[in-house]
């Protein structure tokens, strides 16, 4: 599906008042293919004319990247020579909040968020304790 075609349908469901994560769900593939193919979200987000923050659309499309299966959980032992890189990846977290849980840490990977996401929410929400930014993840999982 082209870029257009593929605006005409989103339009349409996003007039027929399905949610608009009803609405990324169902058009998820099409989306991700274009993503492979080096479209970034925000240009995406632009072409298709939704009329939806650039924030709010990169949400909603992570959020549809988890429900389509894309995001995949593995369980694995982790080597000794990996440990160390384990403690580094908590120690960038316990850097953004200090008593960020483990729990908190694995729900906003589940949700197909990053660090980098959550560095972000910090700085442009003023969240200022992990309590607010379990709140903040679930308001944004929780939106249509």
Request: proline content about 2%; aromatic content about 8%.
């Given at each position: 599906m082209d870029i257009e075609k593929l605006k005409i349908s989103m339009r349409k469901d996003i007039e027929n008042r399905l949610p608009k994560q009803a609405v990324f769900n169902n058009h998820f593939k099409y989306l991700n293919d274009l993503v492979v193919q080096g479209y970034k979200l925000p240009v995406l987000n632009e072409m298709l004319g939704l009329g939806i923050k650039t924030s709010y659309f990169q949400s909603l499309y992570k959020i549809a990247k988890v429900k389509k299966g894309a995001v995949t959980k593995t369980l694995s032992v982790a080597s000794p020579e990996e440990?160390?890189?384990?403690?580094?990846?908590?120690?960038?977290?316990?850097?953004?909040?200090?008593d960020i849980s483990s729990n908190l840490i694995n729900d906003?990977?589940?949700?197909?968020?990053?660090?980098?996401?959550?560095?972000?929410?910090?700085?442009?929400?003023?969240?200022?304790?992990?309590?607010?930014?379990?709140?903040?993840l679930q308001r944004l999982i929780d939106t249509p």
């Open positions: 440990t160390p890189r384990v403690k580094t990846v908590g120690s960038e977290w316990a850097m953004i909040f200090h906003i990977g589940e949700a197909g968020f990053d660090i980098e996401d959550v560095r972000a929410w910090v700085s442009d929400n003023s969240l200022i304790s992990s309590a607010q930014l379990r709140k903040h």
